[in-house]
């Protein structure tokens, strides 16, 4: 469980590199239009359309004495660290088309190369256990050490990498900080996939390996497209799409709200990855427990409902004039009370969701007579991926439409311009949640039916359903 676990913090550090700091660096540090980095952001999601659900389509027919999965993750490490090196290292004094290309080129590689480890790594989680609970469970540790992973690097860029200094007060606008915090994160990216690679090996005999019947390549996308429309994919695919959206924007606007809305400075920011660490680890105890006494898709919707009334509540509070003002002895309490509530909430709903994910499973082979976890995890991580550069787009538009000033200084942006960026912020936020919580709504099935379903499927596959402890 914690060699399998272990890998997701690979994910962790990509994921908080490209939410929080990419449109910072290429738009604060780099100089380039925060609108237009956006842009080019999500057009390189054009080819993630592609690469996504063929990794996973292929990764389910893969057939090697290494099994379905491993050959991609082993392969993945190397051009993970390439691509994560060259994304923060663009060429000095280039000129604006130039920047904009390799930023372009980077995203790719970074984001195939993490398709081909993360779609086959995650497609494992139904193989080893077909107990509805346990999937909550393994979902929580993979969760739990993905955001190990993103807050490790967050913490050791906020005091160490990029620090401030002499010449940077601020410290997230000096340049030279982020080669090393671009070396860091990839020799991390590296170890966590080989350590899980390696971990879940001896595993390999043990996981499913269904025959394959050769087919044309036409008969492969007619059995793609039929896998795809399976309704509760379909259900936790409109859920994701809001909820990861919602993550994408959060991710992408935190830098900027807490350097100009709260003027976060030093040692501030460390407190801020205990505080929403600890809200991790109380979505790590909480979800198992709320998908086992609700059931997952109730359990998900209320968790994103309350989370979104946590996360936002400081905004609409500082815009009424109520929530203690910068420099009071209050607002960090209050602030960090806040956080960790809400993303306990927002985490817990991500692993219910995940877990829902791995029940779909079996529902499609019941429907199809074939195994697809790839495919449909594939789904997902688009999914995920695509709302990363959704919410870097939809972050440099609200910085754009609040008339958000380019290099600025804290202290020096016009509260209206505050206010304005705020607003629009908390507003797309609640709404954002309101939509993922109404499609968690109307996901088919539960705990019942996913039992009888394994009853049913008890001689046509091999399906690991005893429950363990953790």
Known sequence: MTSYAFGATAYGVKDSGFGTFLLLFYNQVIGLPSATVGLVIMLALVIDAFIDPAVGFFSDRTRSRWGRRHPWMYASALPIMVGWIALWNPPVDAAQTTSLLWLFACAVLVRTAVSCYEVPSVALTPELSGDYDERTRIMAWRYLFGWIGGLTMLTAAYLYFLAPTEGFPNGLLNRAGYGGFAIAGALFMGVAILVSALGTHHEIPNLPQPAIVPQTMRQNFAELAETVRNRAFAVLMLASVCAYTLQGISYAMSNYLYSYVWRFEGPVFAYLTMALFAGVVLAFVIAPRLGKLFGKPRAAMTAVLIGAGFNTAPYWLRLLGAFPEVGDAALLPALFGCFIAGTACNVSGFI???????????????????????????????????????????????????????KAMPGTVPVDTIDRLTLIYAGLYLVLAGTAAFFFTRFPFGRAEHDARLARLAGAAVVDAAPREP
């Not at 995890?377 to 972050?395: E, M, R």
């Open 352 to 406: 219910l969701g995940a877990s829902m994910m791995a029940d779909v499973a079996e529902d499609s082979e019941a429907k199809t007579g074939r195994r697809s976890e790839g495919v449909f995890f594939a789904g997902s991580f688009f999914v995920q991926k695509c709302t990363s550069g959704l919410g870097i787009f939809a972050a440099g538009t609200i910085l754009a439409v609040s008339g958000f000033p380019a």
